[in-house]
């Protein structure tokens, strides 16, 4: 029987930094995407040797990925939210986390850290 791709747009294999967000997920930590297409983006979860605590399936994340700076426009990322659709840690050094993407657009990268330094401690205190 054959491989069949049955995807709907076609994949680029590339490492950028990102950040993930959902309201039962508060990390710190930058992690890699490992390939990007229109409708999807598999991450790469994990960050500096530590581990991390893996979403459901179902779950809505939110993820900023970082663009390479353009001098002209600023440092840019891709805002997407997604829900995850496989969590797969068959290789513990190398878990990863796949999600259809139902939004995305493109913002400047420091309207990303204003915004999350603005909700850190209302994070903050729900956490303690």
């Known amino acids: 029987m054959r491989n069949i791709n049955r995807r709907e747009s076609p994949r680029i ?3 950028l930094r990102c950040h993930v967000t959902s309201p039962a997920l508060w990390m710190r930590s930058a992690m890699l995407t490992e390939n990007i297409s229109r409708s999807g983006l598999l991450v790469a979860w994990r ?24 001098h002209g426009f600023g440092q840019k990322c891709i805002h997407c939210q997604g829900s995850v659709t496989r969590v797969s840690s068959v290789d ?22 204003r ?14």
């Open 115 to 128: 915004a999350l330094e603005a909700l850190q401690p209302v994070a903050n205190s729900w956490m303690a």
């Open 47 to 70: 960050s500096d040797g530590v581990a991390l605590p893996f979403p459901a399936v179902g779950q809505i994340v939110t993820v900023e990925v970082e663009l390479p700076a353009n």
């Open 13 to 15: 294999e590339i490492k």
């Open 92 to 113: 513990p050094e190398n878990p990863r986390v796949a999600l259809q993407v139902n939004y995305m657009d493109f913002r400047s990268f420091h309207d990303r850290i």
